[in-house]
């Protein structure tokens, strides 16, 4: 029977009855007449707080320093599978019951779903970390993933408060991600594995990485430049180290600038309570080509 399909002239019978197909099976939503994602974010009143970043620039422990003021929640990386706010967990509980799986569907869906999370903490700053790499999951450049998403452009139009936290030293975020992808922990929390098989970096694949991600960040500073709810921050100047202590705790500036672009006082723990976990004294038992990553990396944050 299935053979049958591959016939040329039974296939494009089939292609006929199509639109009947479709009209009884294959139901679509009609958008029209529902808010748009401007309306979502403009309902969120100023508590919707968006941290744009990319994985392995410490938005884990930024966002758990944010979540230390009694006014602010976080409800994680909503585009992540494992959260328990995550965006598709809640599609499948809900909205995949009655309406089949698009994404035209995923993005309208998404603004809906955070405007709903706001709404259910009420007086409450919200956190939504979002994971750049991860947005062509819910927009059109699923298509072509690339730094023109839409949702940057509707979150300036709302004037919701956004956060970019960028790393200075993007070669030491790829290798941290790698080493910390084939040990299976990310943070402090995890329980660690022995060490991974040692393994090379491909720098080509580096280099295209690097080069994609300071796109994005000049795209979304193009598009945020100069607006009051915008704060660009950088993951390796978060912190101080004590010289006596060596203790680490967060910048003093730091609780000054957040509270002045969400207005709100000053009630932030300066004291991390998670540390990444880093290892980079013992890359070079892991990585199999680390002098050549080494001059990379040098050569690479000499012209940033």
Known sequence: ???????????????????????IFRRTRDYTSL????DHLRSMQGRGVFLLCYGRSGSTVFADYLASHPDMITFGEVLGEESYYSYF????????????????????EFYRYCARLVAGKPGMHCLFDIKIESLHMIEGNW??????????????AANVPVILLTRQDLVARYVSGQVAEKRGAYH??????????????????????LDQIEATYDKIRDVFGGT???LELSYENLFVTDPVTHETRFTEYLPEQIAE???ITDQFDPTPRLQKLSDEGGYDR???NWQAVEAFQSERNARA
């Open 1 to 23: 029977m299935t053979s049958l399909l591959h016939a040329p002239a039974i296939r494009a019978s089939l292609r006929k009855l199509r639109p009947v197909y479709n009209a």
């Open 35 to 38: 808010p748009t994602p401007e």
């Open 89 to 108: 967990q809640w599609l499948s509980r809900t909205v995949l019951w009655r309406w089949p799986l698009r994404p035209t569907m995923m993005a309208q």
């Open 143 to 156: 298509r072509m993933p690339g730094p023109d998403f839409a949702l940057f452009e509707h979150l300036k």
């Open 188 to 209: 402090s929390y995890h329980s660690t594995t022995s060490d991974p098989e040692p393994f090379e970096i491909d720098l080509s694949a580096v280099t295209a990485q």
């Open 228 to 230: 009051d709810a915008f």
């Open 261 to 263: 672009r969400l207005r």
């Open 286 to 288: 892991l990585i199999t």
